[in-house]
């Protein structure tokens, strides 16, 4: 609840907050985040946020970049409800729906209460503001359902399609079992780059997700079961001949030295 109904602090239930086990599966920066998105919330004295990727990181004072990554990790583990729009990303807390949802009710209950005792003069003044009550509450529900709307106006920046492509690629390589790679722990300069020059290739972007979903199924079984326990980095996915090498079968044997040839000499 917001200050305005009197309740100055954010009701945050710490057991039910560790023990969250969507949650828990996050990254540490994406709980953060969360968090800062859940006081913005309740300070609108509302259960979502929405906006684009910068709006949102300003809320929640991390980067554009960072935002999209935890909005990947929030949706992939089920932490909030996520969708999309124009550009415009709507994040909504169940938890604090929930609740908004109980309150709402609770001001109905009493108002059919109160309106069953009767349209008795000495009652006149308490059926005005319950009138008013309820009018307050039929123009928050019309205004969260504007809200959205109202925010697709606003002239903010659009992601830029690489950072967005990238933070997905982090989220598909993350999920790989940790044998077969080594994790992703964010973006550079670098990468940055080379995801640029490959999404210029056509039909990259394809057999990058074709690539991932065999290395996700375990069909690389020579990363990181080799002589030298080498496992690819993203650095590495992102090289030119890395994607097409993995489609067509480099990488599929254990033992061999990633050339096709394994280390007894002969070809696989």
């Known amino acids: 609840m917001s200050r305005k109904d009197g309740h100055f602090f954010l009701k945050l239930e710490v057991r039910v907050w560790l023990t969250d086990r969507a949650l828990s599966k996050g990254?540490?920066?994406?709980?953060?985040?969360?968090?800062?998105?859940?006081?913005?919330m309740h300070t609108d004295d509302d259960y979502m946020v929405a906006g684009t990727a910068e709006s949102l990181s300003r809320m929640a004072r991390c980067t554009p970049l960072q935002m999209l990554e935890a909005i990947a990790d929030l949706k992939s583990h089920n932490v909030a409800t996520v969708t999309e729009r124009d550009g415009i990303i709507t994040l909504v807390s169940r938890r604090m729906q929930r609740e908004w949802n109980s309150r709402k009710s609770n001001a109905d209950r009493q108002k059919r209460h109160r309106n069953a005792k009767g349209n008795d003069d000495s009652n006149a003044e308490d059926n005005g503001a319950i009138t008013g009550q309820s009018k307050m509450l039929e123009l928050d529900v019309r205004s969260k359902s504007k809200k959205q709307q109202t925010l697709v106006g606003l002239e903010e920046p659009k992601?830029?399609?690489?950072?967005?492509?990238?933070?997905?690629?982090?989220m598909k390589w993350n999920t790989i079992p940790d044998r077969y790679r080594t994790a992703c722990?964010?973006?550079?300069?670098?990468?940055?780059v080379a995801i640029r020059a490959r999404l210029k290739q056509v039909g990259w972007w394809q057999e990058c997700l074709n690539a991932l979903e065999k290395m996700l199924l375990g069909q690389c079984a020579w990363f990181g079961n080799n002589d030298r326990g080498w496992k690819p980095n993203?650095?590495?996915?992102?090289?030119?001949?890395?994607v097409l090498n993995i489609l067509e079968g480099k990488y599929d044997n254990a033992g061999n030295n990633g050339s096709g040839k394994d280390n007894s000499g002969k070809w696989g």
């Open 185 to 192: 722990r964010g973006a550079s300069p670098k990468r940055m």
């Open 159 to 170: 992601p830029d399609p690489i950072t967005v492509k990238y933070a997905e690629l982090r």
């Open 27 to 40: 990254e540490p920066a994406t709980r953060g985040i969360w968090l800062d998105l859940l006081c913005g």
């Open 234 to 242: 993203i650095e590495w996915f992102l090289k030119p001949d890395s």
